[in-house]
């Protein structure tokens, strides 16, 4: 799928990420880069530009995340409710792994599959420097290769939606 923004483009899978040991195996690798609009975005604290990044989805994903809860609940499968209020630091549905000055991992477990996304800051790129949005899926079973197949498409236009926002808004 192309990107919905010329500012948002593919890249590789980005090796020194801290979830780079991950890509081997998974069933879902990608990664989406976007420079960084100036300088302050490129000296934010990372859990402040993860959450400008992924803190708000615009309505029409919410309301994809509702459905997709109604699908999944019969399953098992966490629900974004549930994900949110669950305990520990979180940034919306996406649990806090790791925050260090140039990167933030988020994800999350469950019954089906383990989920992986990188935010990776790098500061020499571009003007202001860039940041990259890797995510990465390992599935326990039938169920969550079902669930990869049906919400990857899904998935890409988030993540690029996401990060177009964020340069659109200016990452305050």
Same mark, same amino acid.
């Given at each position: 799928?192309?990107?919905?923004?010329?500012g948002?483009r593919?890249?590789?899978?980005?090796?020194e990420?801290s979830i780079?040991?991950?890509?081997?195996?998974?069933?879902?690798? %990608?990664a989406?880069?976007?420079n960084?609009?100036?300088?302050?975005a490129?000296?934010?604290p990372?859990d402040?530009?993860?959450?400008?990044?992924?803190?708000s989805?615009?309505?029409?994903a919410?309301?994809?995340?509702?459905v997709?809860?109604?699908i999944?609940?019969p399953?098992g499968?966490k629900?974004?409710t549930?994900?949110?209020?669950s $305990?520990?630091?979180?940034?919306?549905?996406?649990?806090?792994?790791?925050?260090?000055?140039? $990167?933030i991992?988020?994800?999350e %477990?469950?019954s089906?599959l383990?989920?992986?996304?990188?935010?990776?800051?790098?500061?020499q790129?571009g003007?202001?420097?860039?940041?990259?949005?890797?995510?990465?899926?390992?599935?326990?079973?039938?169920?969550?290769r079902a669930?990869?197949?049906l919400i990857?498409?899904?998935?890409k236009l988030?993540?690029?939606?996401?990060?177009?926002?964020?340069?659109?808004?200016g990452?305050?």
């Open positions: 799928m192309q990107a919905m923004n010329p948002v593919a890249v590789a899978m980005p090796p990420s780079a040991h991950l890509y081997a195996g998974s069933n879902l690798a %990608d989406y880069a976007v960084l609009p100036h300088q302050q490129n000296q934010m990372m402040s530009l993860g959450r400008h990044v992924l803190g989805q615009p309505a029409w919410q309301s994809l995340m509702r997709r809860d109604a999944v609940k399953f499968i629900t974004a549930q994900l949110a209020s $305990e520990g630091g979180r940034i919306g549905i996406f649990r806090i792994y790791a925050v260090t000055d140039d $990167e991992i988020v994800g %477990d469950d089906h383990d989920f992986r996304l990188s935010l990776l800051r790098n500061r790129a003007p202001h420097g860039s940041i990259t949005m890797s995510s990465v899926v390992h599935c326990h079973n039938k169920v969550g669930y990869i197949v990857k498409p899904f998935h988030i993540v690029q939606r996401s990060l177009a926002r964020a340069v659109k808004g990452f305050i």
